[in-house]
């Protein structure tokens, strides 16, 4: 548990602001993913498992793999606009304990067009840690993956 005042490190959900890719922020998430890893393999489940915390901060978690490989965020201006192209993560309905990975970016991106490969590439690497995805074209045709713990 943080102590008050301490900042902790939040992965970027696509959401957020636009960040600059500093090394401070390098470290940090290096940081978090290797504590992500470690905390599997204490916990004896392998680094392929969830942990239980992963289980309950779902959203969290997905967006911590994504960012550790190396996918970009999608990112919103202070108008609420999308201003970049790069992943999505959010939660459906908050507890079901699955989220929703999109592929977002600014009017005339062109992120339509690459979602389909850009959305396969994420799916890979969070099955690599364990989570299960499943590919779904939604509204106006646009697809999403649905990620979950394994049962």
């Known amino acids: 548990m943080p102590e008050p005042g301490e900042r902790t ?7 957020g ?9 390098a470290a940090e ?4 993913y290797e504590g992500l890893v470690q905390i599997r393999r204490l916990l004896g489940g ?3 498992v969830p ?3 992963e289980r309950r901060l779902v959203p969290r978690a997905v967006a911590l793999v ?3 490989a190396g996918f970009p965020p999608s990112a919103v201006d202070a108008r609420g606009m999308r201003c970049r192209t790069g992943y999505r993560v959010a939660a459906p309905e908050p507890g079901t ?5 999109s592929w977002q970016g600014p009017p005339g991106s062109g992120a339509a067009r690459e979602e389909r490969e850009r959305l396969t590439a ?9 989570w299960e995805c499943l590919l779904y074209r939604g509204p106006r045709g646009r697809r999403f993956l649905e990620v979950e713990a394994p049962r």
């Open 66 to 68: 994504l960012e550790a």
């Open 29 to 32: 998430l290096r940081t978090a």
């Open 51 to 53: 942990a239980p915390w």
């Open 9 to 15: 490190f939040e992965p970027a959900s696509g959401d």
């Open 122 to 130: 994420c799916a890979a690497e969070l099955e690599r840690h364990g």
């Open 17 to 25: 602001p636009e960040r600059a890719d500093g090394g401070a922020r």
């Open 97 to 101: 304990g699955r989220v929703e990975v």
């Open 46 to 48: 392998g680094p392929e």
